[in-house]
């Protein structure tokens, strides 16, 4: 086609007639294509004569005299194209005009295909609209800007919903409090318009380039007459509902952490999913164990290239190949084969294609004891050498019932305070989740209250006592208990935020049923000279909404690994008794 008469003045909208001629058919040969050139050059001269050099509007539609024809070509095939987005947008703006307040106000528009952030996402597929439950935003109050390039929707039952749980000291009431405070930043930016979605990065958080809305007029929905529709949940569903039909075909999903809402949801033929930016793994089986097994080939392969040293009770070896990637800072590595010799090893450096492994102390041997612990099977070694390392500042220990972890633990801090003189004291805390019925208030002070969530410690103390004054007699075993108890200081969570422990050797048990931002809080107490061990069995979660993959003890290894003051290991096999490594099978 013909291009446009230039503009007779800089930066002017060209005439709705100029976009309404017709393509002429090409013809393949240069005779025509030049045929078609001359007119465009003459007709251009003239306008490109009154006009200044440095033109810009008028230089990209009138090509120069000294183009050559492939250029004026191009841009003949390019003319029809560009009026495009000037038609659709000015389509858009007429449509804007005549909407009425329920469409503008209900949710948002379908995004144009020319704005720029539909350009941006693309590549992924066309975005979505979330609808949030009101446990999404109690469980995580940054959920609003996990959900990348997508657009947020919430129903205003969920805003009354967040407004009934604002009151209190618990997690839930500060999550509240926190979810409020953002969306009244979101609401108070500058420009925000509610009527056009909020932009979730205008209090700077990059990561979310989506719109939150609200709903700010009744929405038209029908449910099935089971559904009582003054119960909040409900009401929620009939805004998804609502909205699938007034953005169709755009995807429209809810978000919600509870089950039973996402099953009704499916039930009535909506998108529905559950809440996955929390966790840090998709599976418990991804997370990173801390030991390594070497190939069966291992030997054989960089045998000849192993360099090795003696440095004072370890042995060192230097080596290369394919395995080295796979390797992280204080992880432990094992080879075992018929014939070969045997290697129990812990990285301790990594220099791009080499790595140093170093022996380990065997505490499996009776003068190796420790507080007259000795271990019983590899992981427990491994452990070991982890609680007794002075430069290991943060261990993490999981497992099964009966592998040892409190036991291994305990071991270790009474010899490095009574013994070592390393730490002054040990500090033992737990999270309080009850496995059944809660037994109600508990009298007496810190820690009489903690006492019975102790039962573990209890029970390992009088092993260890008994190990260590077994041929004192009575007098002596009452006197060791005693100094022991000494020693030991039982601690609640609820009272840890804002101190902070000076070379002290801190035990969290049953770390498992903290939350990530609880793990933090309790970490972040560590001041110089401190060591922090958390302890805890995966498959006993007892805390609410929280799974193997969202788990603060799942998070504090994943997030820790590869550190040089941190180490962590899976203890596979129990050893409590035969009975209980039997039950932990089969139950």
């Not at 465009?40 to 001269?45: F, G």
């Not at 071991?411 to 390393?422: F, K, P, S």
């Not at 035969?578 to 139950?587: G, I, K, P, Q, T």
């Given at each position: 086609?013909?291009?446009?008469?230039?503009?007779?003045?800089?930066?002017?909208?060209?005439?709705?007639?100029?976009?309404?001629?017709?393509?002429?058919?090409?013809?393949?040969?240069?005779?025509?294509?030049?045929?078609?050139?001359?007119?465009?050059?003459?007709?251009?001269?003239?306008?490109?004569?009154?006009?200044?050099?440095?033109?810009?509007?008028?230089?990209?539609?009138?090509?120069?005299?000294?183009?050559?024809?492939?250029?004026?070509?191009?841009?003949?095939?390019?003319?029809?194209?560009?009026?495009?987005?000037?038609?659709?947008?000015?389509?858009?703006?007429?449509?804007?005009?005549?909407?009425?307040?329920?469409?503008?106000?209900?949710?948002?528009?379908?995004?144009?295909?020319?704005?720029?952030?539909?350009?941006?996402?693309?590549?992924?597929?066309?975005?979505?609209?979330?609808?949030?439950?009101?446990?999404?935003?109690?469980?995580?109050?940054?959920?609003?800007?996990?959900?990348?390039?997508?657009?947020?929707?919430?129903?205003?039952?969920?805003?009354?919903?967040?407004?009934?749980?604002?009151?209190?000291?618990?997690?839930?009431?500060?999550?509240?409090?926190?979810?409020?405070?953002?969306?009244?930043?979101?609401?108070?930016?500058?420009?925000?318009?509610?009527?056009?979605?909020?932009?979730?990065?205008?209090?700077?958080?990059?990561?979310?380039?989506?719109?939150?809305?609200?709903?700010t007029v009744p929405l038209d929905y029908s449910l099935p007459t089971s559904l009582p529709p003054?119960?909040?949940?409900?009401?929620?569903?009939?805004?998804?509902?609502?909205?699938?039909?007034?953005?169709?075909?755009?995807?429209?999903?809810?978000?919600?952490?509870?089950?039973?809402?996402?099953?009704?949801?499916?039930?009535?033929?909506?998108?529905?999913?559950?809440?996955?930016?929390?966790?840090?793994?998709?599976?418990?089986?991804?997370?990173?164990?801390?030991?390594?097994?070497?190939?069966?080939?291992?030997?054989?392969?960089?045998?000849?290239?192993?360099?090795?040293?003696?440095?004072?009770?370890?042995?060192?070896?230097?080596?290369?190949?394919?395995?080295?990637?796979?390797?992280?800072?204080?992880?432990?590595?094992?080879?075992?084969?018929?014939?070969?010799?045997?290697?129990?090893?812990?990285?301790?450096?990594?220099?791009?294609?080499?790595?140093?492994?170093?022996?380990?102390?065997?505490?499996?041997?009776?003068?190796?004891?420790?507080?007259?612990?000795?271990?019983?099977?590899?992981?427990?070694?491994?452990?070991?050498?982890?609680?007794?390392?002075?430069?290991?500042?943060?261990?993490?220990?999981?497992?099964?019932?009966?592998?040892?972890?409190?036991?291994?633990?305990?071991?270790?801090?009474?010899?490095?305070?009574?013994?070592?003189?390393?730490?002054?004291?040990?500090?033992?805390?737990?999270?309080?989740?009850?496995?059944?019925?809660?037994?109600?208030?508990?009298?007496?002070?810190?820690?009489?209250?903690?006492?019975?969530?102790?039962?573990?410690?209890?029970?390992?103390?009088?092993?260890?006592?008994?190990?260590?004054?077994?041929?004192?007699?009575?007098?002596?075993?009452?006197?060791?208990?005693?100094?022991?108890?000494?020693?030991?200081?039982?601690?609640?969570?609820?009272?840890?935020?804002?101190?902070?422990?000076?070379?002290?050797?801190?035990?969290?048990?049953?770390?498992?049923?903290?939350?990530?931002?609880?793990?933090?809080?309790?970490?972040?107490?560590?001041?110089?000279?401190?060591?922090?061990?958390?302890?805890?069995?995966?498959?006993?979660?007892?805390?609410?909404?929280?799974?193997?993959?969202?788990?603060?003890?799942?998070?504090?290894?994943?997030?820790?690994?590869?550190?040089p003051h941190s180490g962590h290991i899976t203890l596979a096999r129990g050893e409590r008794s035969?009975?209980?490594?039997?039950?932990?099978?089969?139950?």
């Open positions: 086609m013909p291009l446009p008469p230039a503009p007779s003045r800089r930066a002017a909208l060209l005439a709705p007639e100029a976009f309404e001629v017709t393509a002429r058919p090409r013809v393949a040969t240069t005779s025509a294509n030049e045929a078609v050139a001359m007119p465009q050059r003459a007709a251009a001269a003239p306008a490109r004569a009154g006009r200044k050099a440095d033109d810009s509007v008028a230089s990209s539609l009138a090509a120069p005299d000294t183009a050559p024809l492939l250029q004026i070509e191009t841009r003949t095939r390019t003319a029809a194209p560009s009026a495009a987005p000037v038609a659709r947008s000015t389509g858009t703006r007429k449509a804007r005009g005549t909407a009425t307040p329920a469409a503008v106000t209900a949710g948002p528009a379908p995004a144009p295909a020319t704005t720029t952030r539909s350009r941006k996402s693309a590549s992924h597929g066309p975005t979505k609209l979330f609808v949030l439950d009101t446990n999404v935003l109690l469980h995580d109050p940054t959920s609003l800007f996990r959900f990348e390039e997508h657009d947020i929707f919430l129903p205003m039952i969920v805003l009354e919903e967040l407004d009934g749980h604002k009151k209190g000291m618990t997690e839930v009431a500060r999550n509240g409090r926190q979810a409020s405070r953002t969306l009244d930043a979101l609401a108070a930016a500058q420009g925000a318009d509610m009527a056009k979605g909020l932009k979730l990065d205008s209090t700077g958080q990059r990561a979310a380039g989506g719109h939150l809305f609200f709903q003054g119960k909040a949940d409900n009401q929620i569903l009939g805004v998804v509902e609502a909205l699938r039909k007034l953005h169709s075909p755009r995807e429209v999903v809810l978000v919600s952490k509870d089950i039973n809402m996402r099953v009704k949801a499916r039930a009535l033929g909506l998108n529905a999913e559950d809440y996955q930016n929390d966790k840090t793994l998709e599976d418990g089986d991804l997370l990173y164990a801390g030991v390594l097994a070497l190939p069966p080939d291992f030997w054989a392969k960089s045998g000849k290239n192993v360099e090795s040293w003696q440095s004072g009770a370890h042995t060192y070896y230097r080596i290369g190949g394919p395995i080295v990637p796979q390797l992280m800072i204080n992880q432990f590595v094992y080879f075992e084969a018929p014939g070969e010799p045997s290697l129990f090893a812990r990285v301790s450096e990594i220099r791009e294609k080499t790595a140093v492994l170093q022996t380990l102390k065997d505490y499996g041997s009776t003068k190796n004891a420790v507080w007259g612990v000795t271990t019983r099977n590899r992981e427990q070694n491994y452990a070991m050498n982890l609680l007794m390392d002075p430069e290991i500042d943060f261990v993490t220990l999981t497992g099964t019932a009966g592998t040892g972890k409190t036991l291994l633990a305990l071991a270790a801090g009474l010899t490095q305070v009574l013994d070592d003189r390393r730490y002054t004291e040990i500090i033992m805390t737990r999270a309080t989740v009850s496995v059944g019925e809660d037994i109600g208030f508990l009298p007496g002070t810190e820690e009489e209250k903690m006492g019975p969530w102790m039962g573990a410690l209890d029970d390992n103390l009088e092993f260890l006592a008994k190990g260590d004054g077994g041929n004192a007699g009575e007098w002596g075993r009452a006197a060791t208990n005693e100094l022991i108890r000494s020693r030991i200081k039982i601690k609640s969570m609820n009272f840890m935020r804002g101190r902070t422990f000076l070379n002290k050797y801190v035990i969290i048990d049953e770390a498992q049923n903290l939350t990530p931002k609880q793990m933090k809080t309790l970490i972040t107490r560590a001041g110089p000279g401190t060591k922090i061990i958390c302890m805890g069995n995966l498959a006993q979660i007892d805390t609410p909404y929280l799974t193997e993959g969202s788990s603060g003890l799942t998070y504090a290894v994943d997030r820790f690994k590869g550190w035969r009975l209980a490594d039997f039950a932990s099978e089969v139950l």
